[in-house]
């Protein structure tokens, strides 16, 4: 008889959470991006709220936090109910790179976050202020000999891709550069505009305009293949720093836990609509490769993605904070 009443609780157990699933969202869903806005991670998270709220018929709402690397952003997320209600906008620097780069971490992500959709990966460009001489890598690199520790580099934060990309370059490269965290892209990049600092690595997106502007210098490429934004501007490994690459790319998880009917369904949404031509289209045009690879692929790509940027720690020597 007790196995019996088991069995019926087990059942309507699962009959609630699949009704649950199936009228999801009943209510406003938070699209927590761990970044101040107006960044890469901002945008893309703010286009699949709009997907998302179109597709559902409620809203998707993104709220930024930014601050120390993402990180804080990314425990809020971690910290909240597996409900389907509070997602994150992921990015690798509070994901697979700031574990290999901080001496304590709030959370794991492979552990503790539920992979639902990688939306984009983009290439970026290592930017430098006019007032510097240098016109390509060769010549930045003798420049920057010549002044060890002096030439200043904005970042999102202490564990962010453009913090560690940049030490990469900078180790590989056989120079000294001076770190300068900020809260979020757009705040380093008025910094840079102004002379503040004098190099930073910004996604096409961001640095085309302002190198066709002349606001900025294009120093070169992450990417293993030129940008079609900047077809003119050759690849860092073009210029002799072999094998250096670094993508920046961002998604949406979910809190671990959360029901993989939800998980699923944001996923099928997202990736369908990274298919059609004018998804294509708009990401192509701004730099970004559109991905759509979602779940357990994608849970494989972050594991990658963190022992990737363990080996560059380790190679760069990067002290932990």
């Known amino acids: 008889m007790k196995t019996y009443a088991w069995s019926l609780i087990t059942v309507s157990c699962a009959f609630a959470l699949s009704a649950q699933a199936q009228n999801y969202p009943t209510k406003p869903v938070r699209i927590i991006v761990p970044f101040a806005p107006a960044g890469p991670t901002d945008n893309q998270a703010r286009w699949a709220a ?15 936090r930014g601050g120390a690397g993402g990180v804080p952003g990314t425990e809020a997320v971690v910290r909240s109910a597996p409900d389907g209600y509070t997602l994150l906008a992921g990015n690798p620097g509070p994901l697979t790179i700031s574990p290999s780069v901080r001496n304590q971490m709030p959370y794991d992500t492979l552990r503790d976050l539920a992979p639902i959709v990688l939306i984009a990966r983009s290439a970026s460009c290592i930017c430098l202020h006019p007032s510097l001489p240098a016109k390509n890598v060769k010549e930045f690199v003798t420049l920057a000999k010549a002044r060890p520790g002096q030439i200043n580099y904005g970042s999102p934060g202490v564990g962010t891709v453009g913090h560690l990309a940049s030490e990469l370059f900078a180790f590989q490269a056989g120079v000294k550069l001076n770190h300068i965290p ?70 949406i998880l979910a809190p671990a836990g959360t029901q993989p009917a939800i998980v699923n369904r944001i996923a099928d949404i997202i990736s369908k609509q990274l298919t059609t031509p004018e998804s294509r289209a708009l990401y192509s045009g701004q730099g970004h490769e559109a991905s759509g690879i979602t779940t357990t692929a994608y849970a494989d790509f972050l594991k990658s993605e963190t022992e990737k940027w363990a080996k560059v720690a380790k190679a760069a020597n990067i002290p932990k904070q």
Not at 50 to 64: D, M, R, S
């Open 50 to 64: 709009q997907q998302l709220t179109a597709a559902l018929g409620q809203q998707f709402l993104v709220e930024n």
């Open 182 to 251: 900020y809260k979020g892209a757009a705040q380093y990049t008025v910094d840079l505009i102004a002379g503040n600092i004098e190099l930073a690595i910004n996604q096409f997106a961001i640095s085309a305009p302002l190198v066709k502007a002349g606001k900025v210098r294009c120093l070169g490429a992450t990417s293993r293949e030129r940008s079609p934004l900047l077809p003119e501007v050759p690849t860092i490994a073009e210029q002799g720093i072999k094998d250096f690459e670094s993508y920046n790319w961002n998604g």
